[in-house]
C-alpha cells in the first residue's frame, strides 16, 4: 500500500479500516470511567479527525464511554468534546455541593438532556441517523447483568434516555432510569469494557479505546466504603449490591483476557487496543481541574493517533 507503513499492511485491523475487507464487521468499543472518559472522548477525536468514523459498523460505550461513542456515530466529536473541557458544563455535571440540598452530584441528567442539543442542534438525530450502530451500555437493577439498550432507542427521547441509564452513577446520580419496565444504573458496574459483547455481535475486527494506562486497575472497595455504599445500594437492590462489591474481580478477569487478546494468543477477532501513554495525565472519576482534564483529553487524542494514523488517508505520509 503505497503511503502506509508496513506494520499497517500485515496488522488486520489497520487494514480492515483502511480497505474494509468484504465480510468484514468493524467495531469500536469506547471504555467508561466518569471524567476519565476525557480521555477517550481525545481517542474519538483522533478517529473523526483521521477521517475513520465511517470505518467502523457499529459502536459500544459504556457510561462516558457511550457518550463518547454517540458523538462519535453523530460525526461531531468536534463539538462535543467542549463538553470535558469547558468550564461550565463540566461544573453543571460535577457540583458537590448540590448534595447539601439534596440533590445530585453528578447530574447526567440536564447534560444529556438540555445541554446536548444546545451544544449541538440535531445532534441526537444525526446519531440515530447514521450508518453505525450505537450501543450504549447499562447494568439492570433487578438482575445486576449488563444490558445493550441498542434495541430500546427508537427515536431522539429513547436515546436520550438510553445514555442517561449508562451513565447514571449509583448513588452519585440519583435513582435509577426506568426504561420499559426495567430500571438501568450505570454499565460501568458490570461493563466497564464492552468488548464482549462487540464479539457476540460478530466483530471480525475490534478497535478498543482505553481510559486507562497500562497496569491501572480497579480495586476492591474498602471495608468501611463497601459496608456503607453496598448497604445503600441493596436498598435499590441485592444484585446491584452484588455487582458493586465484585466489580474489582470481574474486571480483573475482563482485563486478564484483554491482555491475551493485546498480545495476540487469541486469534478471531482481529484486536488492537489504544491506551493512554505512560506519562499521560489521567483523571479521576469525579475530576473538577478542567486544566487536568483538557490534557487528558489532548492525550488521549495523541496517543489514538499515534496507533491509527496509518490506516488513515489523512494521517498517513503521502
Same mark, same amino acid.
Given at each position: 500500500?503505497?503511503?502506509?507503513?508496513?506494520?499497517?499492511?500485515?496488522?488486520?485491523?489497520?487494514?480492515?479500516?483502511?480497505?474494509?475487507?468484504?465480510?468484514?464487521?468493524?467495531?469500536?468499543?469506547? *471504555?467508561?470511567?466518569?471524567?476519565?472518559?476525557?480521555?477517550?472522548?481525545?481517542?474519538?477525536?483522533?478517529?473523526?479527525?483521521?477521517?475513520?468514523?465511517?470505518?467502523?459498523?457499529?459502536?459500544?460505550?459504556?457510561?462516558?464511554?457511550?457518550?463518547?461513542?454517540?458523538?462519535?456515530?453523530?460525526?461531531?466529536?468536534?463539538?462535543?468534546?467542549?463538553?470535558?473541557?469547558?468550564?461550565?458544563?463540566?461544573?453543571?455535571?460535577?457540583?458537590?455541593?448540590?448534595?447539601?440540598?439534596?440533590?445530585?452530584?453528578?447530574?447526567?441528567?440536564?447534560?444529556?438532556?438540555?445541554?446536548?442539543?444546545?451544544?449541538?442542534?440535531?445532534?441526537?438525530?444525526?446519531?440515530?441517523?447514521?450508518?453505525?450502530?450505537?450501543?450504549?451500555?447499562?447494568?439492570?437493577?433487578?438482575?445486576?447483568?449488563?444490558?445493550?439498550?441498542?434495541?430500546?432507542?427508537?427515536?431522539?427521547?429513547?436515546?436520550?434516555?438510553?445514555?442517561?441509564?449508562?451513565?447514571?452513577?449509583?448513588?452519585?446520580?440519583?435513582?435509577?432510569?426506568?426504561?420499559?419496565?426495567?430500571?438501568?444504573?450505570?454499565?460501568?458496574?458490570?461493563?466497564?469494557?464492552?468488548?464482549?459483547?462487540?464479539? *457476540?455481535?460478530?466483530?471480525?475486527?475490534?478497535?478498543?479505546?482505553?481510559?486507562?494506562?497500562?497496569?491501572?486497575?480497579?480495586?476492591?472497595?474498602?471495608?468501611?466504603?463497601?459496608?456503607?455504599?453496598?448497604?445503600?445500594?441493596?436498598?435499590?437492590?441485592?444484585?446491584?449490591?452484588?455487582?458493586?462489591?465484585?466489580?474489582?474481580?470481574?474486571?480483573?478477569?475482563?482485563?486478564?483476557?484483554?491482555?491475551?487478546?493485546?498480545?495476540?494468543?487469541?486469534?478471531?477477532?482481529?484486536?488492537?487496543?489504544?491506551?493512554?501513554?505512560?506519562?499521560?495525565?489521567?483523571?479521576?472519576?469525579?475530576?473538577?481541574?478542567?486544566?487536568?482534564?483538557?490534557?487528558?483529553?489532548?492525550?488521549?487524542?495523541?496517543?489514538?493517533?499515534?496507533?491509527?494514523?496509518?490506516?488513515?488517508?489523512?494521517?498517513?505520509?503521502?
Amino acid at each position: 500500500m503505497v503511503g502506509v507503513p508496513d506494520h499497517a499492511a500485515v496488522h488486520p485491523v489497520l487494514a480492515a479500516l483502511r480497505e474494509r475487507p468484504p465480510g468484514a464487521r468493524v467495531a469500536l468499543v469506547i *471504555e467508561g470511567g466518569g471524567m476519565r472518559g476525557a480521555v477517550t472522548g481525545g481517542m474519538a477525536l483522533a478517529v473523526e479527525r483521521l477521517g475513520l468514523t465511517g470505518a467502523f459498523d457499529a459502536v459500544y460505550g459504556t457510561s462516558a464511554g457511550a457518550l463518547n461513542a454517540m458523538w462519535l456515530v453523530a460525526g461531531r466529536v468536534e463539538r462535543g468534546s467542549q463538553t470535558w473541557w469547558d468550564p461550565t458544563l463540566v461544573h453543571t455535571l460535577i457540583e458537590p455541593r448540590r448534595a447539601l440540598r439534596g440533590g445530585r452530584i453528578v447530574d447526567t441528567e440536564t447534560l444529556v438532556e438540555e445541554r446536548y442539543d444546545v451544544l449541538s442542534p440535531g445532534v441526537f438525530r444525526a446519531a440515530l441517523d447514521a450508518p453505525a450502530t450505537l450501543h450504549p451500555m447499562a447494568t439492570d437493577v433487578d438482575t445486576g447483568a449488563p444490558v445493550d439498550l441498542r434495541p430500546t432507542i427508537t427515536d431522539e427521547a429513547s436515546l436520550r434516555r438510553a445514555l442517561r441509564a449508562s451513565s447514571a452513577l449509583p448513588l452519585l446520580a440519583g435513582g435509577p432510569v426506568p426504561i420499559d419496565d426495567r430500571r438501568f444504573l450505570d454499565g460501568g458496574l458490570t461493563v466497564a469494557i464492552p468488548f464482549r459483547r462487540a464479539i *457476540e455481535d460478530g466483530a471480525t475486527h475490534v478497535v478498543v479505546l482505553r481510559s486507562r494506562r497500562l497496569g491501572d486497575i480497579t480495586q476492591p472497595p474498602s471495608r468501611v466504603s463497601g459496608r456503607l455504599v453496598g448497604g445503600l445500594l441493596r436498598r435499590i437492590s441485592p444484585a446491584t449490591a452484588g455487582a458493586y462489591l465484585g466489580r474489582a474481580v470481574a474486571e480483573g478477569r475482563d482485563e486478564a483476557e484483554l491482555a491475551e487478546r493485546d498480545a495476540g494468543r487469541i486469534a478471531s477477532p482481529a484486536w488492537l487496543s489504544v491506551r493512554p501513554l505512560p506519562d499521560s495525565p489521567v483523571p479521576s472519576r469525579l475530576e473538577r481541574d478542567v486544566g487536568v482534564v483538557r490534557e487528558a483529553l489532548e492525550a488521549g487524542e495523541e496517543a489514538a493517533r499515534q496507533v491509527l494514523a496509518a490506516a488513515s488517508a489523512i494521517g498517513a505520509p503521502a
